[in-house]
């Protein structure tokens, strides 16, 4: 009887530790807080059109997708991203972001992690001012390093049909 007791407890025991992923619990408020900030350099980045902190931001790989408002604005890879950032460097002046209604998650190990966020986008254009009212931005951050990362973002217009 005393041996079957042993063998229960070491089978039970055994079974408690298989149930540990390996996994340290994630404080899931502070891997917001850190993405929230990746998000405001983000915006400050485009801002000061910065192309170094665009550099930090962004996950340099060739798999990584970025979806513009225009209608063939599909970038891989973050040579193509880089190149559109530039782009809009050397063309719109004065740019202001507004983001609201900001959600963040995480997933359960804290390396994975998805937004969504409305944003007004304001800038100079051709010496015209435009401004861009409720933009959807979207995207997927992935913890390399200990370093959040953008690896693919959307941003679209909501369609506003006419009476």
Not at 12 to 31: L, N, P, T
Not at 63 to 70: A, D, L, R
Not at 119 to 129: C, G, P, Q, T, V
Not at 135 to 140: D, E, F, N, Q, S
Request: aromatic share 12%; net charge negative; glycine share 6%.
């Amino acid at each position: 009887m005393k041996k079957l007791f042993y063998f229960f407890v070491i089978i039970g025991i055994v079974q408690i530790s298989a149930c540990d992923e390996g996994h340290e619990k994630v404080d899931k408020a502070k891997e917001i807080e850190a993405i929230k900030l990746v998000l405001e350099k983000y915006a400050l980045a485009n801002e000061n059109q910065d192309m170094g902190l665009i550099e930090d931001i962004w996950c340099p790989s060739e798999s990584i997708v970025s979806f513009g408002t225009e209608g063939d604005e599909k970038l891989i890879g973050f040579k193509n991203i880089k190149i559109a950032v530039q782009n809009q460097f050397d063309t719109f002046s004065d740019t202001y972001i507004t983001p609201s209604d900001q959600i963040i998650e995480v997933n359960e190990a804290g390396n994975t992690a998805w937004f969504s966020e409305i944003i007004n986008y304001n800038f100079i254009l051709n010496s015209k001012a435009v401004s861009f009212e409720g933009l959807r931005y979207t995207g997927v951050l992935v913890k390399r390093d200990g370093k959040w990362k953008l690896v693919q973002t959307h941003m679209s217009v909501p369609y506003v049909s006419e009476p």
